[in-house]
């Protein structure tokens, strides 16, 4: 059985398929990584894909 480390708190998790968590070692630690997403904590690096202004264009006035 193959283990790595948790991306989130690091313990040795189980990479297998009745790990439905994988590669988290838990539900906790997948949703505290998904709200680091969605709270823009985790960022892919590099320049946004539409400038700001550009993406204006479809709001009403």
């Not at 991306?7 to 990479?15: G, L, R, T």
Request: hydrophobic share 30%; with cysteine; aromatic share 8%.
């Amino acid at each position: 059985m193959k283990r790595v480390s948790c991306p989130q708190c690091k313990c040795p998790s189980e990479w297998s398929q009745e790990n439905l968590y994988r590669p988290f070692c838990s539900k906790r630690c997948q949703l505290l990584d998904l709200g680091a997403w969605a709270s823009e904590s985790h960022r892919i690096a590099g320049d946004p894909i539409i400038d700001s202004d550009e993406g204006q264009d479809w709001v009403e006035h």
